[in-house]
């Protein structure tokens, strides 16, 4: 059984910058110290925890189970021993109560798994509130405290003096498809193929105002959209059972796949498919000892199920 009282708390503080960068280097460089100390760190927590905790892959460092297990505590203390340092003296947190998080419904699925985890292990979160999002600034419900952190992507505001806007990681639009449409046989799906296609389209936002249909009218293309959802709940039974194409990030098309087999997911040769997810905060409320932790929950849970933003 892992002795606590052995571990050095400059070796989790190795673990977390790994688990927020994926690489050696970059973590050395968060962390201001040398590649090589942070791999001789990482040699001593192996054996102390009895697992790889990271493994090496063409894409940098992959956590292990056991490290994905403990991230989101191992986040919270990290979080909370900064705080209480910085401030000069290790005060009790505040009485626990509820948090609100804007997602956008592009993320909602897949994130919600991890991130109703990672509050529910951190004993200050008495409970979590979820709204959808909307294209606009949130500069006053964050400055307020109405709204404790924003999930968005892509995008830029005139709000930088009252929030913080983190990048937390990247996303990218990808076509989804079942097995009755016309470009399921093919392994690679041209331009001219994905626009001669009929398109369901699942955002909350009016058809006019989407960036990537902008994107297309810049060259003169467009799809040719035949079912308008509200949301993205339900598009994988709609394609599974019909001809139809849907344009998604590629995190829900990796988990409406998990839940659809049949459904295929192609890459979309078009350029601007790329987006940026970011974390907003307050720069006044994250100053909050119960702020800052509820941000690095998010912030990992976010990390967890999407590729790091460079």
């Not at 050696?24 to 201001?32: D, E, F, I, N, Q």
């Not at 006044?284 to 000892?289: G, I, N, V």
Request: with cysteine; net charge neutral.
């Amino acid at each position: 059984m892992l002795d606590w009282r052995r571990i050095d708390l400059n070796n989790l503080k190795v673990l977390h910058a790994l688990m927020l960068e994926r690489h050696v280097g970059r973590a050395a460089v968060r962390l201001g110290v040398t590649a090589s100390s942070i791999s001789h760190r990482l040699r001593r927590m192996r054996e102390d925890f009895s697992d790889e905790l990271f493994v090496r892959t063409p894409t940098g460092m992959a956590p292990s189970p056991r490290m994905e297990e403990i991230a989101v505590p191992l986040s919270e203390m990290i979080a909370s021993i900064t705080l209480a340092v910085s401030s000069g003296a290790l005060e009790a947190l505040p009485q626990a109560r509820r948090f609100t998080l804007v997602v956008p419904d592009g993320l909602r699925q897949q994130l919600l798994p991890v991130l109703i985890q990672g509050v529910q292990q951190d004993h200050a979160c008495h409970s979590l509130e979820i709204r959808s999002f909307e294209r606009r600034s949130y500069a006053t419900e964050l400055s307020q405290g109405e709204v404790d952190a924003v999930i968005s992507v892509g995008g830029d505001r005139d709000d930088r003096s009252l929030v913080d806007r983190t990048p937390v990681a990247i996303d990218r639009l990808v076509c989804l498809f079942g097995p009755l449409c016309p470009l399921a046989p093919t392994d690679e799906v041209t331009v001219e193929g994905y626009l001669s296609a009929s398109h369901l389209y699942s955002l909350p936002w009016p058809v006019s105002d989407n960036h990537f249909d902008r994107l297309l009218a810049r060259d003169g293309r467009s799809r040719r959209i035949m079912l308008i959802m509200p949301s993205h709940l339900g598009i994988g039974d709609a394609l599974t059972a019909s001809r139809l194409v849907a344009t998604v990030p590629s995190s829900l098309a990796r988990h409406l796949a998990g839940l659809h087999p049949a459904l295929v997911i192609r890459p979309l040769a078009i350029d601007g498919t790329e987006g940026t997810v970011f974390l907003e905060t307050s720069r006044q409320q994250q100053r909050r000892p119960e702020i800052a932790r509820f941000k690095a929950v998010v912030e990992t849970a976010i990390r967890t199920v999407l590729p790091r933003s460079e």
